[in-house]
């Protein structure tokens, strides 16, 4: 008990960091059905009905689901990498301060949001492979969907996620828990709906200025790089430049998130 | 060695801004600051949280921070556990410094908040047993000692429960077992018993007790008297930010101003009738504030009758009379011109 006694063996941040995440995992586990219901439902009935019902009544071209697919994947990706973090730490820091047992760990502060940033871009990812085979078996054979560029997929997945998930890190520690319903309506919703995921970049060509100011908005990059890694045949963005720009929007919200939650954490 | 230094310890809170914000941040000096004049170099606005506080705490010692809502107690605390970071001066906690070493120094201690914030997504034992991964330990070592925990803190039964289906009470304990699973050096309690119905309070103090006689460190803030009188080793009396005293209970009471304290509100300003007031026998000292007049008596409370019949000779009358005998309380009216709740 006495301070002048052996002082503790340091602790290795490797392994606190593992045992965050594996708090996460557990807690994400236990609400796997509620988590799932909420982040892929919207794409889920997008799917249902852009990507079956208009097709059907031949309102739109079998090949808008070529363009269609990646879009969802996207969309799946980024919401619930967004909300994955955002909610809790509203809830956390706004509320029940739930997230003090885990500032009390004998890391650095940021380690402890760099976890949840990569917590929640492990929930973004399985909402995406949740989502793909439900789009699938709705929407039948996609003409032109490959795996075959691996790498690029997953080079996208993980910027996409990383970059949407820091926006969620930041989203959660700045904006005041009244507003959480705010940022969906004039955050998120024109975030999707402007974010070249229900339409092809390249389908922009007819509106021009639109072509150029949706270029903002970060979801563009995640769903073009997607159709580039998954429906390589369709027009889209060059993926070299889908890369630098995720690369530089996931160091910007990171930075971002990270300072945001220090903020927060530290009086 | 002092398991707890520090020196001019100082934090001002930037003005808040025009647009009210709510629901700051870490340990907020939310009302804890409200009321606290801006002291000696803040600029407007600012509110100084703490002045410039030197302590020490010793080895194995029950030390308690008692002061007002805004003394400024729970910005000590935050500052003691890395959460709050002191605007000047220095903090020490078990030989390593909150501000450049803050790792090592939440490595060597366990914090009990004000109010228990458990993780709720998870169950009794599973909130100990990550608490400890946090801290690098592994579950087989922390397995066995948080059932243990969980024994010693009457709780076991509960082991398995969901957190929302504890008391408060026992959610406290849990936060107790929380802030022991890794077995610290310092103990923080952050206002303990707030809220918590007069039995409980008792049975946590005598955990507290307990643990105290297992020879560690407690540091304690607490409003309630009773609490610090009977249970630390050493108080700190803290208000507005300063520290006023620092002693045993004991020393403290002794220097309370001799006699009961009687306390009489009046229909008007209390100041004309001094005079006549301090020449009623067995009255020891009078002051006046406002309405307010506290009379130190030797007599206990038979001097209030020849007290009530000065004040109304001098045209005003009593409304309201309380008695308190010789106590902390007693000296922290004297010191601070208020009573502590």
Redesign the interface.
Same mark, same amino acid.
């Not at chain 1, 820091?93 to 739930?98: A, I, L, M, S, V």
């Given at each position: 008990? &006495?301070?002048?006694?052996a002082? =503790?063996? =340091? *602790?290795?941040a490797s &392994? *606190?960091f593992l @045992?965050?995440l +594996? +708090?996460d995992v +557990? *807690?994400a586990r236990? /609400?796997i059905v509620f988590f799932l219901v909420r982040t892929t439902m919207q794409p889920l009935l997008f799917v249902i009905v852009f990507g079956y019902l208009l097709p059907k009544m031949n309102f739109v071209g079998r090949g808008y689901q070529t363009a269609l697919l990646p879009g969802i994947l996207a969309v799946s990706l980024s919401l619930s990498a967004i909300q994955s973090v955002a909610l809790p730490m509203v809830q956390d820091?706004?509320?029940?301060? /739930?997230i /003090?047992?885990?500032?009390?760990?004998? *890391? =650095?502060t940021r380690l402890i949001a760099a976890e949840k940033i990569v917590a929640g871009m492990l929930q973004g990812v399985i909402a995406a492979a949740f989502v793909l085979p439900i789009a699938r078996l709705v929407m039948g054979p996609i003409s032109g969907f490959t795996f075959s560029h691996v790498g690029e997929l997953i080079a996208i997945v993980v910027l996409g996620s990383m970059a949407f998930s820091s926006l969620g890190m930041w989203l959660g520690t700045a904006i005041? =828990?009244?507003q959480i319903g705010l940022m969906f309506s004039v955050i998120i919703a024109p975030m999707l709906f402007f974010g070249c995921a229900y339409y092809p970049w390249r389908g922009l060509d007819a509106v021009p200025v639109m072509k150029y100011l949706v270029l903002v908005n970060p979801m563009v990059y995640v769903a073009e790089g997607m159709r580039g890694a998954l429906t390589p045949d369709m027009p889209h963005m060059p993926l070299p430049i889908v890369g630098v720009a995720l690369v530089v929007v996931a160091a910007f919200f990171w930075t971002l998130g990270m300072r945001s939650f220090y903020?927060? @954490?530290?009086? | 060695m002092a398991a707890i230094e520090t020196r001019s310890l100082r934090k001002v809170y930037p003005a808040p801004p025009a647009p009210k914000r709510r629901g700051g941040g870490a340990p907020s000096p939310g009302a804890s600051a409200a009321s606290t004049p801006a002291g000696a170099g803040a600029s407007r606005g600012e509110i100084v949280a703490l002045q410039s506080l030197d302590l020490e705490v010793r080895d194995g010692e029950f030390f308690g921070l008692l002061g007002p809502n805004g003394a400024g107690k729970t910005t000590t605390i935050g500052i003691l556990t890395t959460r709050v970071k002191p605007t000047s001066g220095s903090a020490v906690v078990g030989g390593a410094d909150v501000a450049t070493q803050s790792v090592q120094v939440r490595q060597r201690i366990g914090v009990v908040p004000q109010r228990p914030n458990p993780d709720r997504s998870l169950n009794v034992i599973e909130n100990l047993l990550f608490h400890a991964a946090y801290f690098g330990i592994h579950a087989s070592t922390s397995q066995p000692r948080a059932n243990r925990l969980l024994e010693q803190l009457g709780i076991a039964d509960k082991a398995y429960a969901k957190v929302d289906e504890m008391s408060g009470g026992q959610q406290q304990r849990l936060m107790i077992a929380r802030a022991l699973i890794h077995e610290p050096q310092v103990i923080f309690l952050d206002e303990p018993t707030v809220g918590l119905d007069p039995q409980t309070r008792l049975s946590l103090w005598e955990i507290l007790r307990q643990l105290h006689a297992e020879g560690r460190t407690i540091v304690m803030t607490t409003h309630y008297m009773e609490e610090a009188d009977k249970l630390c080793d050493r108080i700190a009396i803290v208000d507005r930010g300063q520290l006023l005293e620092l002693d045993t209970p004991e020393a403290l009471k002794q220097r309370a101003p001799g006699g009961t304290l009687v306390e009489m509100s009046l229909s008007g300003d209390a100041r004309p009738v001094i005079d006549a007031v301090r020449a009623v026998d067995g009255v020891l000292r009078v002051e006046a504030q406002g309405p307010l007049l506290r009379v130190f008596s030797d007599r206990g409370g038979r001097v209030i009758s020849p007290v009530i019949q000065a004040v109304e000779e001098n045209g005003v009358s009593v409304a309201n009379i309380s008695l308190t005998e010789p106590s902390l309380e007693t000296l922290f009216v004297s010191r601070t011109g208020r009573k502590l709740d």
């Open positions: 008990m &006495s301070a002048t006694a002082l =503790p063996h =340091p *602790v290795r &392994s *606190v @045992a965050l +594996r +708090r +557990r *807690v236990k /609400e820091f706004g509320w029940t301060k /739930e /003090e047992d885990r500032l009390l760990a004998p *890391v =650095p005041a =828990p009244q903020k927060r @954490a530290i009086g | -």
